[in-house]
T-cell receptor, first 114, second 111 residues
């Protein structure tokens, strides 16, 4: 079974630009969560989508948004990029049977804002 | 979710058992203990979880004290590939998928 995939793996953007990251969950998984990881703040929860609806949201500004499509693939968007948005963005998916409550993470997208 | 306390770092010799402690003294009766690990530059990996009984799988064992205020993750025969940051997370199982990772324990396995 293929794992969680994230594209692109690396990205360099300039302050003020916007960016869209993509996540494809494990086949059959309906929940997708997003996390931001920085050296200073560690792993922080951004938001979770289930069946195209945002179910949980972390404490991030409105510049961070996401969506989920009917095939469970998810995208997250960051508008008006700031230097502090440089981070590893991780996506995780969860299934509906067996390991229902365990999350499986992708390799992440490394975003650098200059 | 209950707060957890883990040592910042630990060392372990290759081939020996690595015992990683976690304190969760404010855990509630319906909260589970989960362990994840993150190898450098990779996404976190689920290891094991438990409620009150000890659990074992192909990766590790989880020992939870009788009062549930602390637990220990045991890697029975640590290898160099087990060098990672290990996160102990306490949460209600059906509370959604937002995980509070905390700082974790950086485990260094040495030859």
């Amino acid at each position: 079974k293929a794992g969680v995939t994230q594209t692109p793996r690396y990205l360099i953007k300039t302050r003020g630009q916007q960016v869209t990251l993509s996540c494809s969950p494990i086949s059959g998984h309906r929940s997708v969560s997003w996390y931001q990881q920085t050296p200073g703040q560690g792993l922080q929860f951004l938001f979770e989508y289930f069946s195209e609806t945002q179910r949980n949201k972390g404490n991030f500004p409105g510049r961070f948004s996401g969506r989920q499509f009917s095939n469970s693939r998810s995208e997250m968007n960051v508008s008006t990029l700031e230097l502090g948005d440089s981070a590893l963005y991780l996506c995780a998916s969860s299934g509906t049977s067996g390991s229902l409550y365990e999350q499986y993470f992708g390799p992440g997208t490394r975003l650098t804002v200059t | 979710d209950a707060k957890t306390t883990q040592p910042t770092s630990m060392d372990c010799a290759e081939g020996r058992a690595a015992n990683l402690p976690c304190n969760h003294s404010t855990i509630s009766g319906n909260e589970y203990v989960y362990w994840y690990r993150q190898i450098h530059s990779q996404g976190p990996q689920y290891i094991i979880h438990g409620l009150k009984n000890n659990e074992t799988n192909e990766m590790a064992s989880l020992i939870i004290t009788e009062d549930r205020k602390s637990s220990t993750l045991i890697l029975p025969h640590a290898t160099l590939r087990d060098t990672a940051v290990y996160y102990c997370i306490v949460r209600v199982r059906d509370s959604g998928y937002a995980l509070n990772f905390g700082k974790g324990t950086s485990l260094l396995v040495t030859p």
